[in-house]
């Protein structure tokens, strides 16, 4: 019988990656199960590329600006990520406005007063030691939070009763170009924050919307909300660039070499110049918290 | 333009050469049948025991047309697994003479002196060129007990198999989407079932397969790497037939019998896999509401009305159903159909007169709390075929024809219902109109030269109702729309027209060695899209547009062939260089679903491939089979990818081994193994990590840099013939996929937990026993 599980969940599997449209089915638990005992680790020889700067640059209208600088590493190095505290760091709109973000530590450069205003360019500027780095993000018009429901899937694995996954209604504005992100977090497992729910409005412009978000962010294998839980929901409205950046992300997040090694992986599109990593994600958002009901 | 005109002036400067006539001749004619069924054999020599350089082949109706001198002539036939044929005939005029062929068992071929004429892969001018014997590969282990001439092809030098659980395939570095699979002519553009496992073809009903590795006649056209031929069984015209098998996951029936006896014939062939039986057996409630199933149904009838005329039906019909607990699921299949007049206006002349139908289309059901949405896409093509064969002499054949094709493509329709947040709306649908006119001489001079030209002429035009744009290609505004037109109905927008010269020749050194010679120019204007590896059903069909240029290849090789110990052996090597012209390929991180620009993230770019190719085939006594070995290289370049380096394809194989035995160990008795062995995939290994969001994120550098370590496997086969009689036959048949149980990398997945990051493999099919009783009577 074993064979047919593993034909089946393999199938399953497939299915899955097809992500049509936006949306994601929940992995099976029982997948992994099926393939444990023909998985292995192996060691592989790795080139290493040049070293680069990753800036994480979040800003909005209601935290400001925050940017994490780190350095990328040789893969198999410790999962330690130097971090850079000497960057000289500009950020500025295109009102005229500019001032320069000091370091705070950790690697954090902070300004929770430089907020951000619908309709505005922002351009950032990293200089750090023999490398400049610069981004442009706009803000796009606030898209609000409609309601939220906990939506019941008798998934795989039934025997532990039905599955939760929290939908998103929301009002999508008219005419096509609005891109959306949005942030999971679980009070009782902040490490199963999800970062990277998206949608764009190429087949729901004008509507009332549904987005489902998956926690795990990529790694469907984590904790799931339950019954209970408190969970902090914050909509980002973002611009394309943002928007690309995130859903490229997604899309090598635990993967690489690929299915039969072919799905080339490449580094996510981003607005930095120079090829620099990370993004900078100039936005509006809007948050609220929910309790899943039983 | 003027190096065409010339090329056609040449033509018909050796056309004329051949209407000179010294004596008085005849015309023998007629076709070649199997006894026992009246199946007809396509591709039988037909020549004399006088002069055998007076001989010819049938064609892919079993038709020979023989023109020779008048008086006592031996005319003898000759096919693999059949027992030789001799007649003595008195030319006094034009004689109408159809052959039926005995068929011989593999011992019996080894004891009996082979006729001399069994050397046409020596002496004919085609390279490249594969044929597959249905009956010859029956004892080849294989997976899951389905029989699948797909796979069986990867066996064969210059073929590659796109790898486990893939029912796609490589041809002399040629893309899975760059091959012509033709099934009674009609194309078919997803190959394979169940995502790839098994492929659509229900070995029960086909009859033939010949495969040619760009070095196609001009007959064909249309894809650049490959074409596969595939025809149905026509059914026996003496009897009815029941022929079936029952595998662990699928079984099948044939049907087949005469209409009216040796005047028509029908055969209907159906499949259906039961995987997803055994999951309702199964505790898991969302196992249970698991759909896993694929079922195929191949129909075709012939009647003959007269002497000269016979008109066939053909059709195929497949559908794949998967789906998850009700809240996803696909469903998706090719139809195909086929209507055929042959024609013969006389001894000489033939003509075959084709309609073709071909579909392919999925639909997506997704069932989310309520709200439902359906996404469905189609390929469709009607066709119209024209073949002509003028047998002008014993050294002249001469075939022409035509070939309009309209295509619709209808990349996605999405319905969704009310309240469901999603718009019902469609992706833009695309037309285009396919022609081609071909001309191609076979000639064959004295006993020393054959040669096979030939000229096709292809036309393609994408044509209204839509609105076009036009992408901008300069590096600053790439990829966006720097122009519009809106098109009225069969309005053309963009037309291409290319001449694609073929020829293949064979220098005769002796009855045994030949050196064979080929150039040959192939165009496609349809290109697949897929970001995955795996054939997937959701994998997109663009036609060539005015973004789009048609992909173009030209191809040169050449080969020595050799058979020896009274053609007991066949050994070839073939070297071939391919030049590739606007190849596809899309940007990084294309979105290629429900894209309505999807243009706007393609590539143009380059691809040169080279290899050689060994082979040597034992064809009889008790142990026979193959060797081959193909060492090559397949390389792509692209201005928007790594600043145009030159980088391997994901296809790029240096070393592809393969290597089939069978052993007669008594009459009733055949013991099976063969063993593949191919360099890793050419793949993107990350090169750095790095932290976003407290996640390890991979680098990534050079594109396609790193080697998936090598495939290897070894399958062995056991055939127990139970009973063989003329009435009745039943075997049982068991394989062992992977008996060495190598853990051969499907994917390999970069994980980090805690303070490491490390790369982790999986395998996907360790060892598979198979069971499969067969039967026919």
Redesign the interface.
């Known amino acids: 019988m074993k064979i047919f599980n593993s034909i089946s969940y393999y199938l399953i599997e497939k299915l899955i990656v097809f992500k049509t449209l936006n949306f994601k089915l929940i992995t099976l638990n029982l997948i992994v199960l099926a393939f444990s005992s023909c998985t292995k680790e192996i060691t592989l020889d790795l080139k290493e590329a040049d070293i680069k700067y990753v800036m994480e640059a979040d800003m909005d209208d209601s935290l400001g600006f925050r940017m994490h600088i780190s350095l990328s590493q040789p893969y198999y190095n410790d999962n330690t990520f130097p971090v850079i505290t000497d960057a000289a760091v500009t950020l500025s709109d295109n009102e005229g406005n500019s001032r320069n973000i000091a370091h705070s530590g950790d690697g954090w450069y902070k300004d929770s007063t430089f907020k951000t205003v619908v309709g505005r360019t922002y351009t950032l500027k990293v200089v750090g030691k023999d490398v400049e780095y610069i981004a442009s993000s706009t803000v796009r018009p606030t898209i609000g939070i409609g309601y939220i429901v906990a939506q019941k899937f008798n998934f795989g694995g039934g025997n532990d009763g039905p599955i939760r996954v929290l939908q998103l209604w929301y009002q999508d504005p008219a005419g096509a170009g609005d891109h959306i992100r949005v942030v999971v977090n679980n009070k009782k497992d902040p490490s199963s924050a999800s970062n990277i729910n998206l949608q764009d409005d190429r087949f729901n412009d004008g509507l009332v919307s549904q987005l489902f978000l998956f926690s795990g962010g990529g790694d469907d294998d984590g904790y799931r909300i339950q019954p209970g839980d408190t969970v902090h929901l914050s909509l980002q409205t973002i611009d394309k660039a943002v928007y690309d950046y995130f859903l490229t992300l997604d899309q090598i997040s635990g993967q690489g070499g690929g299915f039969g090694g072919g799905v080339t992986p490449a580094n996510p599109t981003t607005n930095w110049s120079n090829a620099g990593l990370g993004v900078f994600n100039a936005c509006t958002v809007r948050g609220r918290y929910f309790v899943v009901p039983d | 333009m003027k190096l065409h005109k010339h090329y056609i002036l040449s033509i018909c400067l050796i056309l004329l050469a051949n209407t000179v006539f010294s004596q008085q001749k005849y015309t023998i004619s007629g076709g070649v049948k199997d006894a026992k069924n009246g199946e007809e054999l396509i591709g039988a020599s037909v020549y004399t025991k006088e002069n055998l350089t007076n001989g010819t082949s049938t064609n892919a109706y079993g038709f020979y047309s023989l023109t020779l001198p008048e008086g006592k002539h031996t005319i003898s036939v000759q096919y693999l697994g059949y027992q030789l044929y001799s007649k003595e005939v008195e030319l006094t005029g034009n004689l109408k003479l159809d052959i039926e062929m005995g068929s011989s068992s593999k011992e019996l071929q080894a004891i009996e002196v082979k006729g001399e004429k069994d050397n046409i892969n020596v002496t004919g001018a085609q390279m490249g060129v594969t044929k597959i014997d249905i009956n010859e590969i029956k004892n080849i282990p294989v997976i899951f007990g389905e029989r699948d001439v797909l796979k069986t092809i990867s066996l064969l030098p210059g073929i590659k198999s ?5 029912a796609g395939f490589y041809v002399r570095g040629g893309g899975t989407d760059q091959n012509l699979i033709l099934l009674d002519e009609a194309p078919v553009y997803n190959a394979s079932h ?2 790839g ?1 098994f492929s659509v073809f229900n070995s029960d009903a086909i009859k033939d397969l010949t495969l040619y590795k760009g070095n196609m006649p001009a007959e064909y056209g249309g894809r650049l790497s490959s074409v596969v031929d595939i025809r149905m069984k026509e059914g026996s015209q003496k009897k009815y037939v029941f022929t079936g098998g029952i595998g662990l ?1 699928a079984s099948r029936l044939t049907v087949e019998g005469p209409i009216v006896k040796d005047k028509g014939s029908f055969i209907v062939s159906g499949r259906r896999t039961y ?1 997803d039986l ?2 309702k057996l199964m505790k ?4 249970k509401k ?1 759909q ?1 199933y694929f079922y195929d149904l191949n129909l075709k009838a012939n009647y003959r009305i007269g002497l000269n005329d016979r008109i066939f039906v053909s059709g195929y019909f497949g559908r794949d159903k ?1 789906g ?2 009700g ?2 699921g ?1 469903d998706y299949g090719n139809a195909t159909a086929t209507a055929r007049w042959n024609h013969i206006f006389n001894s000489r002349l033939f003509s075959n007169t084709t309609f073709i139908y071909s579909n392919y289309s999925y639909k ?1 059901n ?1 069932d ?2 309520g ?1 439902k ?1 359906d ?1 469905t896409s189609k390929v469709q093509d009607w066709n119209v075929k024209e073949d002509m064969q003028y047998y002008l002499n014993t050294h002249n054949t001469i075939k022409f024809g035509l070939q309009s094709i309209y295509h619709t493509f209808v990349p996605g329709v ?1 319905t ?1 219902s009310e ?5 019902s ?1 469609e992706l833009p649908r695309k037309y285009a109109w396919e022609n081609a006119l071909y001309l191609q001489h076979e000639k064959e001079f004295g006993n020393l030269i054959n040669i096979n030209y030939g000229l096709r002429v292809s036309a393609f035009s994408l044509v209204g109702p839509g609105t076009f744009y036009t992408f901008s290609q300069d590096s600053v505004n790439q990829g966006q729309i720097s122009d519009s037109t809106v098109l009225g109905k069969n309005k053309f927008l963009q037309s291409y027209l290319n001449f694609e010269p073929r020829v293949s020749s064979s220098f005769i050194l002796d009855e045994r060695n030949s050196i064979k010679a080929s150039y040959s120019r192939n165009v496609q204007n349809l290109h697949l899209l897929s ?4 054939t ?1 059903p ?1 994998d997109r069909w663009i036609p060539s547009s005015n973004n789009v240029k048609p992909e173009i290849a030209d191809q040169i090789a050449l080969g020595y062939f050799s058979n020896f110990k009274k053609n007991m052996f066949e050994a070839s090597v073939e070297v071939y260089y391919k030049w590739l012209y606007n190849q596809v390929d899309y940007r ?2 294309a ?1 290629l ?2 894209n ?1 620009f999807i243009e706007a993230d393609l590539l143009t770019g380059k691809g040169r491939a080279y290899g050689a190719e060994f082979f040597l085939k034992k064809k009889t006594g008790k142990l026979y089979g193959w060797v081959s070995y193909t060492l090559s290289r397949t390389e792509r370049s692209f201005e928007g990818i790594d600043r145009g380096r030159w980088f391997a394809a ?1 296809q790029d194989r240096t070393h592809d081994v393969s290597i089939v035995l069978m052993y007669e160990l008594h009459p009733k008795w055949v013991i099976s193994a063969t063993w593949v062995y191919y360099t ?22 050079e ?4 080697r ?2 090598a495939y290897h496997r070894m399958d062995i086969g056991l055939t127990w013939n139970r009973k063989m009689t003329e009435k009745r036959e039943s075997s049982w048949n068991l394989s062992i996929y992977n008996v060495y149980m190598r ?1 051969n ?8 937990s ?13 060892i ?1 026993p198979t069971i499969t009783y067969n039967f026919k009577f």
């Open positions: 796109a790898g486990e659980g893939n169940l995502l496992f996951i995987a055994f999951l898991d409630t969302a196992l698991t896993l998967l998850l607990s809240l996803f696909i997506i997704l989310l709390g709200s949405i996404i999405i969704a309240n469901s947040g999603f718009n709306s970001n995955s590896t795996t997937s959701t990084n991180n979105q679903r429900g309505s994901k890793g995939n050419a793949v993107t290994y990350p090169a750095n990590k790095y932290e976003m969001n407290g996640k390890v994120i991979t680098y990534y550098s594109r396609n840099g790193y998936m370590p853990e990398p499907y994917i390999i997945q970069f994980k980090s805690g303070s490491r990051s490390y790369a982790e493999q999986t395998a996907l099919f360790k598979v």
